[in-house]
């Protein structure tokens, strides 16, 4: 027999998929229910999401989940949402309909419009906003259809045009107030949000030629949101909590103090060092892939880490299986990898939309080299892996370069933590412990429903909703400090000659 309880229904909507869930006062994530969403690049440096689907996905899956829920006899009383960052959608709102296709975050097509303007522009972003111009912007992708497409110029004159995030869009629909509102964690990912002030670097807005009446409301991550539709769900709850995805997880990580660092992997790897209520002081572009950001804003304080990011990590792995078929899944690359103990000379560099660390630059390419015709299946499988753990090695790097504070351990999520062969070589490469949680992959939903729940309704206070996570397992290293500086200069070697090719490629030598 099931007993009756509390729980929050809680949203995690990612770039390759999206998923509703529930989560106790034990912080037990249960009736889970996933669909996975397109990603199309119909050109190099454009990334594009059908912002309609993501919508009905999202429903799809959180109807699910709440019949789900009500056949077990739970109680929903209260909505979570988790969403991918800095993916921008244009809707009118008369029909409810984005107009355009979204423009996701690993997006880079203004990037040389973003760099002609990062000579005037940078010092002061990084410095109040917590990142330079970069490679994209959804205030400048908006601002080009405000200027060449039909239906948004005329929507924006009739005045029934929203702009705004993933996490906009879907409170708009979602909750009663049908008003345009973000958060911080994800008002700072879209580069224009002053840090230490809790509003918009309107000065910068108005150089992208973004017109300021369109802006969404800023709330803060743990706030309320209104109450759901009752004729979009069917139920009528309030809404209590609106983050990005990573910086959810990592709070679902237990990740909550200063100097606690995590990575969380999904369709990219983001590696956060939590730096407390302060924010660290700006250092110039010396490591122009470090970000500042907003880890979370609740009572009226914003808590900040310091982030960088690997873009494409779970997208490569499924890039390699759907696109190439090298392999059936990546499950199956992960247990290849299993079966041999290196490379044997075979690397991965996994940029698929260019470089972060440990230099910006979008022109950078992906690669795979050292193959002999004596290298297995189970080698690339392994270096496959292997790319991805040094890069997150170096956004590790980056991060401490900056910090004022040493982390002592990895906290690990997301689909890929589960890899034991990806976790060791990460140990290995990076000199510090990997712990991944329990229900690691499902920090994202766990972590939102902490945020929502934490006033009162589930738990009294986010260290109290982190009690109830436990730990999976520790991987520790057992490469020494030698094997593990040769291992990495070497890789380190591979990186610099594709930075030397995307130079090429920038100066108009490349193909």
Not at 41 to 52: C, F, I, L, T
Not at 93 to 101: D, F, I, M
Not at 282 to 308: C, F, I, K, P, W
């Amino acid at each position: 027999m099931t007993r009756n309880r509390n729980v929050i229904l809680a949203i995690d909507e990612g770039t390759s998929g999206t998923r509703a869930a529930v989560v106790d006062a034990d912080g037990q994530v249960s009736c889970l229910e996933y669909l996975p969403l397109n990603v199309d690049s119909p050109r190099p440096g454009v990334v594009e999401q059908d912002a309609n689907t993501i919508l009905e996905k999202t429903l799809a899956v959180c109807r699910a989940t709440l019949a789900r829920a009500a056949s077990e006899q739970l109680n929903v009383v209260a909505l979570a949402i988790a969403t991918q960052r800095a993916t921008a959608v244009l809707w009118d709102t008369h029909t409810g309909r984005a107009l355009v296709p979204a423009m996701v975050w690993q997006d880079t097509r203004h990037a040389s419009e973003l760099d002609q303007l990062a000579a005037k522009w940078d010092s002061t972003l990084i410095e109040r906003v917590g990142r330079p111009a970069g490679v994209r912007s959804p205030y400048l992708w908006a601002a080009h259809h405000l200027q060449k497409t039909p239906s948004v110029i005329l929507a924006q004159r009739e005045r029934r045009l929203a702009f705004g995030t993933i996490d906009t869009w879907l409170l708009w629909h979602l909750s009663n107030e049908r008003v345009c509102v973000t958060t911080p964690t994800n008002a700072t990912s879209a580069s224009a949000y002053l840090l230490a002030e809790h509003r918009y670097c309107l000065d910068w807005i108005d150089a992208l030629g973004f017109p300021q009446s369109l802006l969404p409301e800023l709330r803060q991550d743990a706030d309320e949101f209104g109450r759901t539709r009752p004729e979009v769900l069917g139920i009528d709850v309030p809404i209590l909590a609106c983050a990005g995805d990573q910086l959810a997880g990592a709070v679902g990580l237990g990740c909550l103090d200063r100097g606690q660092s995590m990575c969380v992997h999904g369709t990219g790897s983001f590696v956060d060092l939590l730096v407390g209520t302060q924010i660290p002081p700006a250092t110039g572009t010396s490591h122009d892939g470090t970000l500042t950001m907003t880890a979370r804003r609740q009572h009226n304080v914003s808590h900040y880490s310091l982030e960088t990011f690997v873009a494409t990590t779970g997208s490569a792995l499924n890039w390699i299986c759907e696109k190439l078929h090298w392999f059936d899944n990546p499950a199956q690359i992960s247990a290849l990898a299993a079966t041999v103990n290196s490379a044997r000379g075979v690397t991965f560099l996994p940029a698929l939309t260019g470089l972060r660390v440990p230099q910006l630059q979008p022109n950078a390419r992906a690669s795979l080299c050292g193959i002999s015709i004596a290298t297995t299946q189970a080698e690339i499988a392994y270096a496959i892996l292997e790319g991805i753990a040094h890069s997150v090695a170096l956004c590790i790097d980056a991060n401490q370069v900056i910090a004022d504070v040493e982390a002592s351990e990895l906290v690990v999520g997301g689909g890929l933590s589960g890899s034991d062969t990806l976790l060791q070589i990460q140990t290995d490469l990076s000199g510090m412990p990997v712990r991944r949680m329990h229900e690691s992959d499902r920090a994202s939903l766990r972590g939102i429903a902490f945020l929502a729940g934490s006033s009162g309704l589930l738990w009294d206070s986010l260290q109290q909703a982190r009690a109830t996570i436990g730990t999976d397992a520790v991987f520790e290293p057992s490469a020494d400090s030698g094997a593990r500086a040769k291992r990495r200069a070497s890789w380190q070697a591979r990186v610099e000659a594709e930075l030397a090719h995307a130079s090429a490629f920038d100066n108009g030598c490349g193909d």
